[in-house]
């Protein structure tokens, strides 16, 4: 894969998350995951098109899902997630595949994207076919995680 | 959403599955899902762009993974869905939708499609954002299931 199409993923992500929380992610490690991958239990799915092909697989821990859901919908507490927080996850994660696009198109690179899917379940693991995952973790307010596992085809 | 970009998805997938298994499957009820839904706990998840967007989650019984998988694998008798088994799911995912690609492109709707990921996991919920879903249930040997889920976001 080549890792000049990473940068935009993770500035894109950076930025939304900074827009939407007031509170900028540090970035982790960036690796890439060679095994098939558990993710964390809450996850959202984006397909993408173009020039380059693939799914991004954008998954929280649930106290990162709680804190980002409260501060979209203006502060208010939530101890469980409910269909209006899961809404503004989805959400979130169509404005950072949105702004990812962006700025992929700034770059010659032509993408489209899905709608997001929300993935929910216990042992829940995602299997990309044929595609190498890079995966970006960022940490919010010390233990919070978010991870951005991109997905792209092998090209020839 | 346009009923007349269902009958592509379930043209494909009954062809594809016939010539893969041998067995034409048969169509049941389809049905607009109006809830969030939980699907078998075997998915392939397929993302569409282009003229209709959206994904397309085809889930699978065991049994059904189990049978299609073993067709597909020369008739070797499977117990459990391994790499090897998982890998040929999908990739029946991926001729489902790259069939339904060339019959919708034949009723000139272009659309793209990402490759395929396969989710496993127990209690799964997947809930497309914004999106209206036809599902599409198919029957194989009597008991054995197959359930194409077409999401498609509403157009304003």
Avoid at 108 to 121: A, E, R
Wanted: hydrophobic share 45%.
């Amino acid at each position: 894969m080549n890792v000049e199409y990473i940068n935009p993923f993770i500035e894109a992500s950076q930025s939304v998350i900074m827009m939407m929380t007031g509170v900028k992610p540090s970035l982790g490690k960036v690796y890439i995951k060679n095994s098939f991958f558990p993710s964390e239990n809450i996850a959202v799915i984006v397909g993408l098109t173009g020039k380059i092909r693939g799914q991004v697989i954008i998954s929280f821990s649930e106290n990162s899902a709680l804190m980002i859901a409260s501060a979209m919908m203006g502060g208010m507490p939530l101890t469980e997630l409910d269909e209006i927080s899961k809404s503004a996850i989805s959400e979130l994660a169509n404005m950072i595949m949105g702004n990812t696009a962006t700025l992929l198109a700034g770059r010659n690179i032509g993408i489209d994207i899905t709608p997001p899917s929300l993935v929910m379940g216990e042992k829940l693991v995602i299997t990309p076919t044929n595609m190498q995952t890079i995966s970006i973790p960022l940490i919010l307010n010390g233990d919070n995680t978010i991870e951005i596992d991109v997905s792209l085809e092998d090209k020839e």
